[in-house]
């Protein structure tokens, strides 16, 4: 399977119709691009293998995003597109013979009639097709230069192109759709893992077989994190021995569907009531802050709101005895929750143009005091972000509290009880509607499961 099939099945008159008009949308913003820049044509280098040093085993191949916001195509190395206005966009496809690896199979499937396909079997033979008149925008890595034609990236190019990327088309909601139906069943299988006492391996491995991704697949590393590991943000092992005593799980892993990517979490106790109060806390928090994800909210404010939510919950659950303005004036929050409130989803997991002021560039700054925020735009209908709220037992952030005047209104009993589950956070992939309630992707997903 080359091309990614489809997980859900979809009729193909609405599948056609509505690639065809991503594909439209694709064109109508790449020209408008190389207007601006001065451009004749766009190429785009679907990306190269790299290797480790001094070393002949290749990494696991990453496509170059520009390429597969054209082509459903993610184990091609060394393709291009060529993008030239009044033209049909061209896919130099390389396919090489090799008996050490699969090679791409033959191109088929729904997308192949948009493009004016050229099949060759070497790296090298694709450069006549790429020899074109007049000034050329070629995108990609520095490594995927063949003879003269040299990636150069002009930002003039780029900046359009990454601002529009945050508004999806119909199809790039369907496929976002299609990764959180996948993620969503195997969040349910490592559920039932962990219940069953798996370890962190275990639990991982039941995952991929739900959702049938070999770990080459994933969007993004699964974090797979037991008791106090999920106290580690981005925690990047999975323990092959279970714990005494599994005491809570917090998974963060996501799927692909034909190159655009979920990304879920999900945090599960052992039915410990004060953990779980703080679950359900944490849980209709995260639920009014999706309901904030609305056309013209500036996203700094989402993030701005979460640190009130935070606020509220450790004043709730009694960790923290201030009030929240107090909490928020003294910086009581950041201790718990260190991370921004979400990202731009998509092609990439953190999608790109987060912070962008405008088509031409230019950066919207993050609040003074949150350096971690990835998204500081206003939301428009279309854009797909998550809304990634977490409460955490951090070991070194709790150490720096214990130095400040608010250490003596924390009740620190509490915290140790409740550090040992690590903390929780919940994630929903969430796309802002022209009016009303957010569609959230990943809560429908569940709820189609049930
Ligand atoms: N999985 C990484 C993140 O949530 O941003
Ligand atoms: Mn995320
Ligand atoms: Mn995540």
Same mark, same amino acid.
């Given at each position: 399977?080359?091309?990614?099939?489809?997980?859900?099945r979809? &009729?193909?008159?609405?599948?056609e #119709?509505l690639y065809?008009a991503?594909l439209?949308?694709?064109?109508?913003h790449t020209e408008?691009?190389?207007?601006r820049?001065g451009?004749?044509a766009?190429?785009?280098?679907?990306?190269v293998?790299?290797?480790a040093?001094?070393?002949?085993r290749?990494?696991v191949?990453?496509p170059?995003?520009?390429?597969?916001?054209?082509?459903p195509? =993610?184990r091609?190395?060394d393709s291009?597109?060529?993008?030239?206005p009044?033209h049909r966009?061209r896919?130099?496809?390389?396919?090489?013979?090799d008996y050490w690896?699969?090679?791409?199979?033959?191109?088929?499937? %729904?997308?192949v009639?948009?493009?004016?396909?050229?099949?060759?079997?070497?790296?090298?033979?694709a450069?006549p097709?790429?020899?074109?008149p *007049?000034?050329?925008?070629?995108?990609?890595e520095?490594d995927?230069?063949?003879g003269?034609i040299?990636?150069n990236n002009p930002?003039e190019?780029?900046?359009p192109?990454h601002? #529009?990327r945050?508004?999806?088309?119909g199809?790039?909601?369907l496929?976002l759709?299609?990764?959180s139906?996948?993620g969503?069943?195997?969040?349910?299988?490592?559920?039932?893992?962990?219940?069953? *006492?798996r370890s962190e391996?275990? =639990?991982h491995?039941?995952?991929?077989r739900a959702c049938?991704? @070999?770990?080459r697949?994933l969007?993004?590393?699964? =974090?797979?994190?037991l008791n106090?590991?999920?106290a580690?943000l981005?925690y990047?092992y999975? !323990?092959?021995?279970?714990?005494?005593?599994?005491?809570s799980?917090l998974?963060d892993?996501?799927?692909?569907?034909?190159?655009y990517a979920s990304?879920? &979490?999900r &945090?599960?106790?052992?039915?410990?009531?004060t953990?779980q109060?703080?679950v359900?806390?944490?849980?209709?928090?995260?639920?009014?802050?999706?309901?904030?994800v609305r056309?013209?909210? !500036?996203?700094?404010d989402?993030?701005l709101?979460s640190h009130?939510? =935070?606020?509220?919950?450790l004043?709730?659950l009694? $960790?923290?005895?201030?009030?929240?303005d107090?909490?928020?004036?003294?910086?009581v929050?950041s201790?718990?929750?260190?991370?921004?409130?979400?990202?731009?989803l998509g092609l990439?997991?953190?999608?790109v143009?987060?912070?962008m002021?405008?088509?031409d560039g *230019?950066?919207?700054?993050?609040?003074e005091?949150h350096p971690y925020l990835?998204l500081t735009?206003v939301?428009?209908?279309?854009?797909?972000v998550t809304?990634?709220?977490g409460?955490?037992?951090?070991p070194?952030?709790?150490?720096?509290l214990?130095a400040t005047?608010?250490?003596a209104?924390v009740?620190?009993?509490?915290?140790?009880?409740?550090?040992?589950?690590?903390g929780v956070? $919940?994630?929903d992939?969430?796309?802002c509607r022209?009016a009303?309630?957010?569609e959230?992707?990943t809560r429908? @997903? %569940?709820?189609?499961?049930d």
């Amino acid at each position: 399977m080359n091309a990614v099939d489809s997980p859900i099945r979809q &009729t193909a008159d609405t599948l056609e #119709a509505l690639y065809a008009a991503h594909l439209a949308e694709q064109q109508r913003h790449t020209e408008h691009a190389l207007h601006r820049g001065g451009y004749d044509a766009l190429l785009i280098a679907s990306g190269v293998e790299k290797f480790a040093f001094l070393d002949d085993r290749p990494y696991v191949f990453q496509p170059n995003p520009h390429f597969k916001l054209w082509v459903p195509l =993610i184990r091609h190395p060394d393709s291009w597109l060529v993008i030239r206005p009044g033209h049909r966009p061209r896919l130099v496809y390389v396919q090489p013979e090799d008996y050490w690896h699969v090679p791409p199979e033959a191109p088929s499937g %729904f997308w192949v009639d948009h493009f004016e396909l050229i099949v060759v079997r070497k790296p090298e033979e694709a450069l006549p097709y790429l020899q074109l008149p *007049g000034e050329l925008a070629i995108v990609g890595e520095a490594d995927a230069a063949l003879g003269d034609i040299v990636p150069n990236n002009p930002p003039e190019v780029l900046n359009p192109l990454h601002h #529009a990327r945050a508004v999806k088309t119909g199809y790039e909601l369907l496929r976002l759709r299609e990764a959180s139906a996948l993620g969503a069943k195997a969040h349910l299988a490592a559920q039932r893992a962990f219940r069953d *006492g798996r370890s962190e391996a275990a =639990i991982h491995a039941a995952y991929l077989r739900a959702c049938g991704l @070999a770990e080459r697949d994933l969007p993004y590393g699964n =974090i797979v994190a037991l008791n106090e590991h999920a106290a580690v943000l981005h925690y990047q092992y999975q !323990d092959q021995r279970a714990p005494a005593q599994s005491l809570s799980l917090l998974i963060d892993a996501g799927a692909h569907s034909c190159g655009y990517a979920s990304d879920i &979490t999900r &945090t599960t106790g052992n039915g410990d009531t004060t953990f779980q109060a703080l679950v359900d806390a944490m849980e209709a928090a995260q639920l009014r802050l999706v309901d904030r994800v609305r056309a013209g909210v !500036d996203y700094r404010d989402i993030h701005l709101a979460s640190h009130r939510e =935070i606020a509220g919950v450790l004043r709730q659950l009694g $960790i923290v005895r201030m009030d929240e303005d107090a909490m928020l004036a003294q910086g009581v929050t950041s201790t718990f929750l260190p991370h921004g409130i979400g990202h731009l989803l998509g092609l990439q997991v953190h999608d790109v143009g987060g912070f962008m002021a405008g088509e031409d560039g *230019g950066t919207i700054a993050k609040p003074e005091g949150h350096p971690y925020l990835r998204l500081t735009r206003v939301l428009q209908p279309g854009m797909v972000v998550t809304i990634e709220p977490g409460l955490y037992f951090i070991p070194m952030l709790l150490d720096k509290l214990r130095a400040t005047p608010a250490a003596a209104q924390v009740d620190w009993a509490l915290v140790k009880h409740l550090g040992a589950f690590g903390g929780v956070r $919940i994630e929903d992939d969430v796309a802002c509607r022209d009016a009303g309630a957010p569609e959230n992707l990943t809560r429908d @997903a %569940f709820a189609a499961l049930d």
